[in-house]
């Protein structure tokens, strides 16, 4: 009779990744898969659906968007913010010769961090293609390079990195190098360009979707995507 | 022996009892394609009202752990939208023998007609007329389906509104449900549907000292309410001759099996998805027709009401 009600957590760090970007550590533990996500409940605001950027110590990277999000962004270190899950599939770490190669759009980079992690320990090589629109708005490319991954910046304006899309630049490298398979998350588009792209060169890939969230359950109805719900048969979508 | 789980719901062929209770998973054709593919009985779209509503904002539905508790606040695209869903929906359910069951919902009687009328043009096989969601009175008012009187002027003003069978959903947050069973059935429902969503009820957060919910309150489903869902169903069966869809509850065969022996037509099937997802229709219907076998029943008839005997 637990169900699965929000629990509190106090912050205990608090990093500005860029200018519209915060990544906050919580006192809590959560036993998640890289891909899943987890409701975030701001008593008398609102409660929304994060990626889990880190499960030891439970992570969320969050970026400004709109009024809650203002709202989680004004909270300090030592206040308390509030979560349930994690809830939907996450990316599943595939057996494979070649390098796994993340295409990280935006704020997509911040759930393909998890991953990258996972996969560093797990010893696989990772290449990281972190695109944004421009240099200010690029998301935890340093953290990546920390992790032992070869990270490929690339902006639309060119303002950091090479100009172009990720997509396409993802395309180059996997010409170059023997790729196992594709993780993506970033803007529809985006994804849609990656499921071109793997089944051009016949390559799995899991993308991580956006949906419009309610429940976080299952059961509303309000994420679907054709037949599918984000918010239980996603967020990770498998394609190629 | 051949097994028929077959239900006929107002003249309605359906190929199994289990129907997609309105408010759970509704929202787009592929998806009511996919409920029925993974083995539902009948299909209901999430409750239509006349204009399009957001709903109410987050928290919206809350695993307690007896059940859920929500408060989604009829979210829906309006009548007009709804159409067009509905439209192709049928289209996708018809090679399936899979029929749909339109929800509606208003604020005023003339609404409800309104909706009905309009959601007629889409020809889906029965109309659900929903007149007990307990989690609008905010803005609505009090449910309709709290008063014998109301709920019976909804039912003759969407009764006049449309040629299509009508089954009228009750709540079970009344003294005396029977009561307002007979209402409507006089007033011309074809079916009813019990029961909504139990409560209001409210769940708090202990650390804050605030309801979870952010419309405070919601209604309760789940586990939890089935024993006050069967007891609804089988007075209001002892009391009215047009079939009753029983909702309230239902997660697996055995569960099915109850409400059919209190004499329910079909059997509703909405929390349940929360644990078992859309294959739990599946599931429930293969247990429902595992027990059959076991207790040599060829057909739901057989045992539908026995629990009325004595």
């Given at each position: 009779?637990?169900?699965?009600?929000?629990?509190?957590?106090?912050?205990?760090?608090?990093?500005?990744?860029?200018?519209?970007?915060?990544?906050?550590?919580?006192?809590?533990?959560?036993?998640?898969?890289?891909?899943?996500?987890?409701?975030?409940?701001?008593?008398?605001?609102?409660?929304?659906?994060?990626?889990?950027?880190?499960?030891?110590?439970?992570?969320?990277?969050?970026?400004?968007?709109?009024?809650?999000?203002?709202?989680?962004?004004?909270?300090?270190?030592?206040?308390?913010?509030?979560?349930?899950?994690?809830?939907?599939?996450?990316?599943?770490i595939v057996e494979g010769n070649g390098a796994h190669l993340l295409i990280g759009g935006g704020y997509g980079a911040a759930p393909l961090?998890?991953?990258?992690?996972?996969?560093?320990?797990?010893?696989?090589?990772?290449?990281?293609?972190?695109?944004?629109?421009?240099?200010?708005?690029?998301?935890?490319?340093?953290?990546?390079a920390a992790m032992g991954c070869t990270v490929v910046v690339t902006t639309e304006d060119g303002s950091a990195g090479g100009r172009g899309?990720?997509?396409?630049?993802?395309?180059?490298?996997?010409?170059?190098?023997?790729?196992?398979?594709?993780?993506?998350?970033?803007?529809?588009?985006?994804?849609?360009?990656?499921?071109?792209?793997?089944?051009?060169?016949?390559?799995?890939?899991?993308?991580?979707?956006?949906?419009?969230?309610?429940?976080?359950?299952?059961?509303?109805?309000?994420?679907?995507?054709?037949?599918?719900?984000?918010?239980?048969?996603?967020?990770?979508?498998?394609?190629? | 022996?051949?097994?028929?789980?077959?239900?006929?719901?107002?003249?309605?062929?359906?190929?199994?009892?289990?129907?997609?209770?309105?408010?759970?998973?509704?929202?787009?054709?592929?998806?009511?394609?996919?409920?029925?593919?993974?083995?539902?009985?009948?299909?209901?779209?999430?409750?239509?009202?006349?204009?399009?509503?957001?709903?109410?904002?987050?928290?919206?539905?809350?695993?307690?752990?007896?059940?859920?508790?929500?408060?989604?606040?009829?979210?829906?695209?309006?009548?007009?939208?709804?159409?067009?869903?509905?439209?192709?929906?049928?289209?996708?359910?018809?090679?399936?023998?899979?029929?749909?069951?339109?929800?509606?919902?208003?604020?005023?009687?003339?609404?409800?007609?309104?909706?009905?009328?309009?959601?007629?043009?889409?020809?889906?096989?029965?109309?659900?007329?929903?007149?007990?969601?307990?989690?609008?009175?905010?803005?609505?008012?009090?449910?309709?389906?709290?008063?014998?009187?109301?709920?019976?002027?909804?039912?003759?003003?969407?009764?006049?509104?449309?040629?299509?069978?009508?089954?009228?959903?009750?709540?079970?947050?009344?003294?005396?449900?029977?009561?307002?069973?007979?209402?409507?059935?006089?007033?011309?429902?074809?079916?009813?549907?019990?029961?909504?969503?139990?409560?209001?009820?409210?769940?708090?957060?202990?650390?804050?000292?605030?309801?979870?919910?952010?419309?405070?309150?919601?209604?309760?489903?789940?586990?939890?309410?089935?024993?006050?869902?069967?007891?609804?169903?089988?007075?209001?069966?002892?009391?009215?001759?047009?079939?009753?869809?029983?909702?309230?509850?239902?997660?697996?065969?055995?569960?099915?099996?109850?409400?059919?022996?209190?004499?329910?037509?079909?059997?509703?099937?909405?929390?349940?998805?929360?644990?078992?997802?859309?294959?739990?229709?599946?599931?429930?219907?293969?247990?429902?027709?595992?027990?059959?076998?076991?207790?040599?029943?060829?057909?739901?008839?057989?045992?539908?009401?026995?629990?009325?005997?004595?």
């Open positions: 009779m637990s169900g699965n009600l929000p629990s509190a957590a106090r912050i205990v760090s608090i990093t500005e990744e860029n200018v519209r970007v915060k990544t906050l550590v919580l006192n809590a533990r959560a036993q998640a898969q890289p891909g899943q996500f987890a409701m975030v409940w701001l008593p008398g605001a609102d409660e929304k659906p994060f990626s889990i950027v880190d499960d030891h110590p439970l992570t969320f990277t969050i970026a400004r968007v709109g009024p809650f999000t203002q709202q989680v962004h004004a909270l300090n270190v030592g206040d308390r913010l509030w979560w349930r899950g994690p809830f939907g599939r996450g990316f599943e961090a998890f991953l990258a992690r996972r996969l560093r320990a797990a010893g696989r090589q990772v290449i990281a293609i972190i695109g944004a629109k421009t240099k200010a708005e690029l998301l935890l490319e340093a953290r990546f899309l990720a997509t396409d630049v993802a395309r180059d490298v996997a010409h170059r190098e023997r790729v196992a398979t594709v993780y993506a998350c970033g803007p529809e588009g985006m994804l849609a360009a990656v499921e071109r792209l793997c089944a051009e060169l016949h390559l799995p890939g899991q993308v991580s979707r956006e949906g419009y969230m309610r429940c976080g359950l299952g059961v509303c109805g309000s994420c679907h995507h054709g037949p599918w719900l984000v918010c239980r048969d996603g967020p990770v979508f498998t394609v190629g | 022996m051949s097994l028929d789980l077959s239900v006929d719901l107002c003249g309605i062929r359906l190929p199994n009892p289990l129907v997609l209770a309105s408010g759970i998973l509704g929202t787009s054709a592929p998806l009511l394609e996919r409920v029925a593919r993974c083995g539902a009985g009948a299909v209901t779209t999430k409750s239509c009202g006349p204009a399009p509503r957001a709903g109410h904002p987050n928290p919206t539905v809350i695993d307690w752990g007896g059940g859920l508790i929500n408060a989604v606040g009829l979210p829906n695209p309006g009548v007009e939208a709804e159409v067009e869903i509905i439209a192709t929906a049928i289209e996708q359910l018809a090679p399936l023998g899979v029929p749909l069951i339109a929800s509606i919902f208003a604020e005023t009687v003339a609404g409800f007609a309104a909706v009905a009328e309009r959601i007629s043009t889409a020809n889906p096989d029965l109309i659900e007329v929903n007149i007990s969601c307990p989690n609008v009175t905010a803005e609505f008012g009090r449910p309709f389906a709290l008063d014998p009187a109301s709920a019976a002027q909804v039912t003759a003003a969407v009764r006049a509104a449309t040629t299509l069978p009508i089954i009228v959903k009750l709540s079970p947050n009344v003294t005396d449900i029977v009561a307002i069973a007979r209402a409507v059935e006089d007033a011309g429902a074809d079916a009813i549907a019990a029961i909504n969503t139990l409560g209001p009820g409210m769940v708090i957060d202990v650390e804050s000292g605030q309801p979870i919910l952010a419309n405070r309150v919601g209604g309760v489903s789940g586990p939890a309410i089935r024993p006050i869902a069967v007891r609804c169903v089988y007075d209001i069966c002892a009391a009215v001759s047009v079939p009753v869809v029983g909702i309230g509850g239902v997660t697996c065969g055995r569960d099915a099996v109850e409400m059919l022996m209190a004499g329910a037509t079909a059997v509703g099937v909405g929390s349940a998805v929360y644990q078992g997802g859309p294959e739990v229709f599946g599931h429930i219907r293969d247990e429902l027709a595992g027990w059959m076998q076991a207790h040599d029943y060829a057909s739901l008839s057989e045992f539908r009401g026995i629990a009325h005997e004595r």
